[in-house]
């Protein structure tokens, strides 16, 4: 075993056959990867998205690409239900309030009858609307194509009817981004998006900071066309200290840890090994991403998996 | 039907038949409760607590006292469920660092798996444990008395068995008030409950302030003998601007506001309404306070009642 970092990599991973990308929020496999010479027949990266890694890693060749999958569910699920409680019970203006040694009493909003979309049909998004529903939310499930009959939403919708005048945005009052960033989904929170939206409505960003066009975003703040946000991703990570976002009233920021609960890299550790004895056993590999897709799909993928 | 204020009230109550507490956080209907002469015979307050009626109107004679069991269940539960979460992803930390233009992750914890003692099996008490359930918290509801064969809960626990060596306080990542307040519950969370739990144990109190020792609470916190908590009640509100509560390292506050989501005044006035619509056509009142208690119990009360 052999460990790179982002200076060494490029001149070792010729000799590599598996590639475990630890430091899953570097560019560096991206950048680093051969055109055409010898490469990786196996890259893991610790993390949910493998946007880091496509388009490059894409090609016809055989190099496998596994994720995370599964690891971050619950945490992000209990995550944003965390965060659609505490908008809808003020937490943070009341907290300001208390660092103002203010008692101001105020009516707040019930989570139970309201209305999510969840846009993110894979297992985080369905950890997520499952936690939601738990809490008595009404919860709508988009994923790139619809579907009838899911045993626990029933129709999945495709990202298609968010918009439109009878559209799902529309509808709700949490409109949670949790879908993998590909070409299709990359600043689909635009402009046009936040318009459709209720005033009241809340929008949450657990997904990838180039889902959403940010100054699209701080202007539908300002502009009242939506109530509130809570960004944990952004397009640029760490945010600088001049960053614009820190400050939009109704904007909560985090630092990209909405999945991150203590013991996770262990989880993520055992998550690799696992699989790497599957590697040497000769068998399946799990959570095989699909390139074109851009994610594990939540059926077998139709490409032949590494034996 | 007359409107009478705290100056007026003593000099109207003779006349009356029935009182509506409207200001329920007044302590005005003790002090000018009549000692022997002419008084309601029905006195309803719109909270869930009645102990600011009590122990005054609690002699043997015939006033019934009526109170807003249901309205708060619901929001209660949502409130204290997102304070469990909030304290779990450390939001306010969060949200300070967002404040100062820090970016600055952390691992913060799982709620599911975790362990939440509830004090209160009345109706809110139950809403808390559910909602709690839902998320994958394991709950124990305390109540008066044991009782096996829950439908929700399984085994209700009595209050006796918080304490000791191996009560259920030191089992708790969150212990929650909801207890009604009586004389023996009154201070039950001083310095020897917070020793029994846990030091990565939060307590959060959303029943009155006077279950709680504040100053126990505070030196608990100070010593990192329990991690955080939450406090919605206290034994002065409100808190007044010097309070050493509003800084308190660890403590969030709220300022009574845990239930009270919007519409929740509409919902009081209309459950009032069909009790008075009961007591017109003679019926049996809802939600009769059992007085030596000092709450409605779940089982049918054992006084007689109003027809």
Same mark, same amino acid.
Not at 204 to 214: A, T
Not at 222 to 233: E, W
């Given at each position: 075993?052999?460990?790179?970092? @982002?200076?060494?990599?490029?001149? $070792?991973?010729?000799?590599?056959?598996?590639?475990?990308? #630890? &430091?899953?929020?570097?560019? *560096?496999?991206?950048? +680093?990867? !051969?055109?055409?010479?010898?490469?990786?027949?196996?890259?893991?990266?610790?993390?949910?998205?493998?946007?880091?890694?496509?388009?490059?890693?894409?090609?016809?060749?055989?190099?496998?690409?596994?994720?995370?999958?599964?690891?971050?569910?619950? !945490?992000?699920?209990?995550?944003?239900?965390?965060?659609?409680?505490?908008?809808?019970?003020?937490?943070?203006?009341?907290?300001?309030? $208390?660092?103002?040694?203010?008692?101001?009493?105020? @009516?707040t909003f019930r989570v139970g009858g309201?209305?999510?979309?969840?846009?993110?049909?894979? !297992?985080? =998004?369905?950890?997520? =609307?499952?936690?939601?529903?738990?809490?008595?939310?009404?919860?709508?499930?988009?994923?790139?194509?619809?579907?009838?009959?899911?045993? @626990?939403?029933?129709?999945?919708? *495709?990202?298609?009817?968010?918009?439109?005048? &009878?559209? /799902?945005?529309?509808?709700?009052?949490?409109?949670v981004c949790v879908a993998p960033l590909?070409?299709?989904?990359?600043?689909?929170?635009? +402009?046009?998006?936040? *318009?459709?939206?209720?005033?009241? +409505?809340?929008?949450?960003?657990?997904?990838?900071?180039?889902?959403?066009?940010?100054?699209?975003?701080?202007?539908?703040? /300002?502009?009242?066309?939506?109530? =509130?946000?809570? /960004? &944990?991703?952004?397009?640029?990570?760490?945010?600088?200290?001049?960053?614009?976002?820190?400050?939009?009233?109704?904007?909560?920021?985090?630092?990209?840890?909405?999945?991150?609960?203590?013991?996770?890299? &262990?989880?993520?550790?055992?998550?690799?090994?696992?699989?790497?004895?599957? #590697?040497?056993?000769?068998?399946?590999?799990?959570?095989?991403?699909?390139?074109?897709?851009g994610y594990v799909p939540t059926k077998?993928?139709?490409?032949?998996?590494?034996?």
């Amino acid at each position: 075993m052999v460990h790179a970092d @982002e200076k060494s990599l490029a001149s $070792q991973l010729e000799a590599a056959d598996v590639l475990l990308v #630890w &430091d899953f929020l570097s560019d *560096a496999v991206r950048e +680093a990867w !051969p055109g055409d010479g010898p490469r990786p027949r196996w890259v893991h990266t610790p993390s949910a998205g493998v946007d880091r890694l496509l388009p490059e890693l894409a090609d016809g060749r055989d190099t496998v690409i596994t994720n995370a999958r599964g690891v971050f569910d619950q !945490p992000i699920a209990e995550y944003v239900a965390g965060l659609v409680l505490a908008m809808a019970k003020d937490f943070r203006g009341t907290w300001e309030l $208390q660092r103002q040694r203010r008692w101001r009493h105020r @009516e707040t909003f019930r989570v139970g009858g309201s209305r999510a979309v969840v846009v993110g049909s894979g !297992p985080i =998004g369905r950890a997520i =609307g499952r936690t939601l529903m738990a809490l008595g939310v009404n919860v709508d499930l988009v994923g790139r194509t619809a579907r009838d009959g899911d045993p @626990e939403f029933g129709r999945v919708h *495709a990202t298609a009817s968010l918009h439109g005048p &009878d559209g /799902l945005l529309g509808t709700a009052d949490w409109v949670v981004c949790v879908a993998p960033l590909t070409e299709e989904s990359r600043g689909m929170f635009d +402009a046009s998006a936040f *318009a459709r939206m209720k005033p009241e +409505a809340h929008f949450i960003n657990v997904g990838r900071g180039q889902h959403v066009v940010e100054a699209d975003l701080v202007d539908a703040l /300002l502009k009242h066309r939506i109530k =509130g946000a809570a /960004l &944990d991703v952004f397009a640029q990570e760490p945010l600088t200290t001049d960053s614009g976002l820190w400050d939009v009233p109704g904007l909560l920021v985090s630092p990209h840890m909405s999945g991150d609960t203590v013991g996770w890299r &262990d989880d993520l550790a055992e998550q690799f090994l696992d699989n790497f004895d599957r #590697w040497e056993a000769g068998e399946p590999l799990l959570n095989v991403v699909d390139k074109h897709l851009g994610y594990v799909p939540t059926k077998p993928a139709s490409h032949p998996e590494v034996s």
